[in-house]
């Protein structure tokens, strides 16, 4: 199983960066997906999920400002990121939930926002 996410950067407040998660060697479509952050010093944080179905669900910090999408044919997720704050600084982490045993974390990407 590999997930590759890429799309992270430097980027002032209040500007947008889209993240993409690039999985293979899985149903994809069979598996919840989700992004996950850590900000230094941080605990690993639940971003925003979207099951198989399309159900999605965010964190209330991202609420209104984050968009997670995917795409079955194309075997990916991805993470629209608006209006972001300084304090949405962290590295981002694609998951991929399969609907029995254990999921797999794919590498990070970092999400620097400028004050």
């Known amino acids: 199983v590999q997930l590759q996410a890429s799309g992270g950067g430097l980027v002032q407040a209040g500007g947008s960066l889209r993240l993409s998660c690039s999985a293979s060697r899985i149903m994809f479509r069979a598996y919840d997906m989700a992004w996950y952050r850590q900000a230094p010093g941080q605990e690993r944080e639940l971003v925003a999920s979207?099951?198989?179905?399309?159900?999605?669900t965010y964190a209330n910090s991202v609420k209104g400002r984050f968009t997670i999408s995917r795409d079955n044919f194309g075997d990916a997720v991805y993470l629209q990121m608006t209006s972001l704050k300084p304090e949405d600084t962290a590295v981002y982490y694609c998951?991929?939930?399969?609907?029995?045993?254990?999921?797999?974390w794919g590498e990070g990407t970092l999400v620097t926002v400028s004050s």
């Open positions: 998951n991929a939930e399969p609907p029995d045993g254990p999921g797999y």
């Open positions: 979207i099951s198989s179905d399309g159900g999605t």
